[in-house]
């Protein structure tokens, strides 16, 4: 079965980048999204068809998708950003999740 | 405002079965794929089951398959998931979703609040 890794935590300090990556065999010919899920609430979409941000999504959220591995690049992070957050994408009709990274912001 | 909120959770017997239901309003129900989505205490997201916007295709996680049933009612805006011959490994949180532009096979772009299933004796 298809499968998505992605690093367990990101630290990243206020202000500065963080990047998370998810890694599929050959990731960059699907559409990869991301979610965004903070203690006790259920996830929110971020990136959709590997780029594209939802409407209230911030500038700050961007995402990229090439061979085996998507990324999505927090800019500017705020501590309002600390959260799992998950990428996604489809295999024959079916939906897969990455393994989930939880950001840290110190 | 789109809303979607989950309900039938709640405990059961390992072997048992639950029916959740997820009521659906502010977007034309009937025009968009729908998702069963879930989380195990403390763990990540697990895809569980889609359908399409008419029912007529319907698409399983192998962990389910053949135990679980997604189906919708159009006229009532609600979306369903039986849920049979459960087992301590499907206790989680169930969270239903919509996809993004309708089809199955796009992202998740809103989400309930979840329902908690419980398998336990």
């Known amino acids: 079965s298809y499968e998505l890794t992605q690093p367990p935590s990101v630290s990243v300090s206020p202000g500065q980048t963080a990047s998370i990556t998810c890694s599929g065999d050959?990731?960059?010919?699907?559409?990869a999204c991301w979610y965004q899920q903070k203690p006790g609430q259920s996830p929110v979409l971020v990136i959709y068809?590997?780029?594209n941000r939802p409407s209230g999504i911030p500038e700050r959220f961007s995402g990229s998708n090439s061979g085996n591995t998507a990324t999505l690049t927090i800019s500017g992070t705020q501590a309002m950003d600390e959260a799992d957050y998950y990428c996604q994408a489809w295999d024959s009709s079916t939906g897969v999740f990455g393994t989930g990274t939880k950001v840290t912001v110190l | 405002e789109v809303q979607l909120v989950e309900s039938g959770g709640g405990l059961v017997q390992p072997g048992g079965s639950l029916r959740l239901s997820c009521a659906a309003s502010g977007f034309t129900f009937s025009s968009y794929a729908m998702y069963w989505v879930r989380q195990a205490p403390g763990r990540g997201l697990e895809y569980v089951s889609a359908?399409?916007?008419?029912?007529?295709?319907?698409y399983y996680a192998n962990s389910v398959k053949g135990r679980f049933t997604i189906s919708r009612d159009n006229s009532k805006n609600t979306l369903y998931l039986q849920m049979g011959s459960l087992r301590a490994e499907d206790m989680a949180v169930y969270y239903c979703a919509r996809a993004i532009f309708g089809v199955v096979g796009d992202a998740f772009d809103f989400w309930g609040q979840g329902t908690m299933v419980t398998v336990s004796s």
């Open positions: 359908i399409s916007s008419n029912g007529g295709s319907t």
């Open positions: 050959k990731l960059g010919d699907k559409y």
């Open positions: 068809q590997d780029y």
